[in-house]
């Protein structure tokens, strides 16, 4: 692999990373201010859990060769034996015929594959914080998400990108992450939620934020990342790198004037809140497609994306599921958006339904299917089991007095 190559995917995990301190300003300024330290304390947390766990077994899992039919890796790499940044990892193992621009990058080395790989392995944990928020013990979070990334991120992403994932091995398209992180943790939040239950309050009170600059200095550092999280997908300083990158930054742009418009429309204001929400919306829906569609279709994509998420959050803040920070409503929904418009518009280096790829459509629908029962089903087994042993809530003079206080004796 080239030293440009090698440098470009060094500073693309970099920007990766950024992404969650960035999620723990968006999601900490959506809150109470009494909640705000311990969000960001579950976001920064996420970094340390996942990154040990990544090295002791979850890359080992993801993306060790296939020991189950295409549903998990093996065990070659426990410990990261064998993983170092000398060795060289062979791309065309894991990236196969689906990806064949990549066959001009034969390798790269082991540790940089595995370190880039965890930066989506945290993000997509510190994301499922949502609807933990402003009403669960630290600590059983904490062991939650210790589990949570072993049974149903690392098989999702064997799926997709490990070696011999069986999507993969199908011809799913998922370019960054679309299916793997957010289909995946949007249904996994969800599960969790209606396994919580409700915030005391909830539809009864304000519970609105208390700190909209927060919010908008979280969505400029996850705008930011985004562009490391789909660029750095193509793992080499290339075209496709450069076609990611405006993709991913035209979708957001799209996503966030449809958002701000629609919610113009309803309540006579352009609302910052509703900007920064839809530019969330059009960059997970760009992220599976980055790399596979012309800029036009990430536009479309984007848009489409900003109206879609808007309406899905409208439903769900009128629902009984107290989702609150709507993991759902975005990732969610703009996943499985971006992964079924991934089928439709492909065209650079694949075919989607507008080239006459049927077929494509199809094997993008069943990942979106299986994801989501696999992801919500596992999750809310596991949550019920924690809810049931160790417990989530915490008492409700506890809520009332706020989680900073409590579990962490600081405050804002």
């Known amino acids: 692999m080239a030293e440009a190559d090698i440098a470009f995917i060094i500073i693309c995990t970099g920007l990766v990373f950024i992404m969650t301190p960035g999620l723990a300003f968006f999601y900490g300024g959506l809150l109470r201010k009494k909640n705000i330290i311990n969000m960001m304390a579950m976001c920064f947390v996420?970094?340390?859990?996942?990154?040990?766990?990544?090295?002791?077994?979850?890359y080992s899992l993801a993306f060790a060769p296939d020991i189950a039919g295409g549903f998990i890796g093996g065990f070659d790499y426990i410990g990261l034996v064998g993983v170092d940044f000398q060795s060289e990892f062979d791309l065309s193992l894991i990236l196969g015929d689906?990806?064949?621009?990549?066959?001009?990058?034969?390798?790269?080395?082991?540790?940089?594959?595995?370190?880039f790989q965890l930066m989506f392995a945290i993000i997509t944990v510190a994301i499922i914080a949502s609807p933990f928020s402003e009403r669960v013990n630290f600590?059983?979070?904490?062991?939650?998400?210790?589990?949570?990334v072993i049974i149903v991120y690392s098989p999702?992403?064997?799926?997709?990108?490990?070696?011999?994932?069986?999507?993969?091995?199908?011809g799913a398209l998922d370019f960054a992450g679309g299916t793997v992180v957010h289909i995946n943790v949007g249904f996994a939040a969800l599960a969790v939620a209606m396994v919580i239950g409700q915030r005391k309050g909830y539809q009864k009170?304000?519970?609105?934020?208390?700190?909209?600059?927060?919010?908008?200095?979280?969505?400029?550092?996850?705008?930011l990342?985004?562009?490391?999280?789909n660029g750095g997908s193509a793992l080499a300083a290339n075209d496709i790198a450069v076609l990611a990158m405006f993709n991913t930054h035209i979708a957001a742009c799209a996503g966030g004037l449809v958002w701000m418009l629609i919610e113009r429309q309803k309540t006579e204001k352009f609302s910052t809140l509703g900007l920064a929400s839809g530019v969330l919306a059009g960059l997970v829906a760009v992220t599976p497609a980055a790399g596979f569609v012309q800029p036009w279709a990430a536009l479309?994509?984007?848009?489409?994306?900003?109206?879609?998420?808007?309406?899905?959050l409208s439903l769900r803040s009128r629902?009984?599921?107290?989702?609150?920070?709507?993991?759902?409503?975005?990732?969610?929904?703009g996943g499985i958006w971006g992964a079924i418009a991934t089928g439709i518009f492909a065209s650079v280096n694949s075919s989607g339904l507008l080239l006459g790829n049927l077929v494509q459509l199809i094997i993008q629908i069943i990942g979106v299917v299986v994801t989501i029962i696999f992801s919500f089903g596992i999750t809310y087994g596991l949550a019920w089991i924690v809810n049931k042993t160790i417990g989530f809530r915490v008492p409700t003079e506890v809520e009332y007095v706020g989680l900073d206080m409590s579990q962490h004796g600081e405050i804002a």
């Open 319 to 333: 629902s009984k599921v107290d989702e609150t920070l709507d993991a759902i409503s975005i990732h969610g929904t």
């Open 225 to 229: 990342g985004w562009f490391g999280f």
């Open 205 to 223: 009170e304000s519970l609105k934020p208390s700190n909209i600059p927060y919010v908008l200095l979280g969505t400029g550092l996850l705008w």
């Open 98 to 115: 689906i990806y064949g621009y990549f066959f001009s990058i034969p390798t790269m080395p082991d540790m940089l594959f595995m370190v």
């Open 300 to 312: 479309l994509m984007g848009a489409i994306s900003g109206a879609i998420c808007f309406f899905a």
């Open 139 to 148: 600590g059983s979070f904490c062991i939650f998400i210790s589990i949570w």
């Open 156 to 170: 999702i992403a064997h799926w997709v990108w490990g070696e011999g994932g069986w999507l993969g091995m199908m």
């Open 46 to 58: 996420s970094i340390a859990i996942v990154s040990v766990i990544w090295f002791f077994l979850g």
